[in-house]
């Protein structure tokens, strides 16, 4: 299969880009830098001198806070940019897989989110992503939009690399533990994506198009998180010493957006449509993390 990636060095991207060429297909991995989503005639070009079987786009302005004073940019990248893939794949027939996000729902509900649930988003950087999925499926039936929370992995800054870049230098750390989600690998997020384009069915018409959870388990908050990262870092000769975690509220800790505090996202479609069941972070998760380089990471706003 000829695949065509954007995002290709962010997290996810990166993990597509390896998963795919693991799985023997033929990879076309661009970053903004080369392929500009935002440029219809950059795309039309692109995705026409390639001709792939599918496009994954994994390309996103993901920087919450600075969204807000951003939001041209973030609505350039998000909803521009997805309406331009969208376009240019209904013309060529070629489907179209998008990676959203839990941001679009504000985080009051109690219970795991559903794809049935209506989206509330509270910043300009959630608003944006739901943006994104509606163009996409006003524009272009061959679609599928894959939500996911909390995203961790070997490639570029995420909470875990956080984590123990601070274990370096600090003994004690206090993190937010009133807000609830479930953090979801990068890798995991790219098998699912694959998986999904590799159906036998996949391509055609009648193939189940559309809207789906990506869901992880457990869920946790991000001081319980933080507390699993020190226990298997140190189990995995990764830290000498006990950290010492302290729990706090949100209020303790203001941000220009407020997270969402249940970002928990309920998967059973994606089980029951594709057979793809949910990802476990738990067990083992740090395994790879000890050949990656985590001392340059950047803050996490949960921590103090």
């Known amino acids: 299969m000829k695949i065509l990636i954007t995002g290709a060095k962010g997290q996810v991207g990166t993990d597509l880009v390896l998963e795919a060429k693991k799985r023997n297909h033929e990879v076309f991995g661009f970053t903004s830098s080369k392929l500009d989503i935002t440029s219809k005639a950059v795309v039309d070009a692109t995705v026409a001198t390639i001709k792939p079987d599918v496009v994954i786009n994994a390309a996103a302005y993901t920087a919450v806070d600075k969204a807000e004073e951003e939001k041209d940019k973030a609505y350039a990248v ?4 997805v309406k331009n893939l969208a376009e240019t794949c209904k013309t060529l027939d070629i ?12 985080g009051e509900k109690k219970e795991p989110y559903t794809e049935a649930d209506t989206p509330n988003p509270t910043s300009v950087y ?3 992503k739901l943006a994104g999925e509606v163009v996409l499926q006003k524009t272009w039936q061959k679609h599928i939009i894959l939500r996911v929370s909390w995203v961790f ?9 956080t984590m123990l870049r601070l274990a370096q230098d600090r003994d004690e750390l206090s993190v937010v533990n009133d807000q609830y989600g479930a953090p979801t690998s990068a890798k995991a997020i790219a098998e699912c994506l694959l998986n999904i384009a590799e159906k036998t ?3 055609k018409n009648n193939f189940s198009w559309g809207l789906y959870h990506f869901q992880s388990d457990p869920g946790v ?3 319980e998180f933080a507390k ?7 189990e995995n000769g990764m830290l000498d010493k006990e950290m010492i975690v302290k729990p706090i509220g949100s209020y303790q800790f203001p941000t220009p957006v407020k997270r969402p505090i249940n970002s928990k996202l309920d998967g059973h479609k994606m089980t029951e449509v594709f057979s793809v069941s949910p990802s476990k972070w738990g067990a083992g998760y740090l395994h790879e993390m000890k050949k ?5 990471c950047c803050r996490h706003p949960t921590i103090l």
């Open 153 to 161: 992995g070997e490639h570029g800054n995420n909470f875990v690399k």
């Open 221 to 223: 908050t991000w001081y």
């Open 292 to 296: 990656v380089p985590y001392n340059t």
């Open 78 to 81: 998000n909803e521009t940019g």
């Open 95 to 106: 489907p179209l897989l998008h990676i959203s996000t839990d941001y679009v729902f504000d």
């Open 201 to 203: 069915d996949f391509g």
């Open 126 to 128: 959630g608003a944006s």
């Open 228 to 234: 699993e990262i020190f226990n298997q870092a140190k």
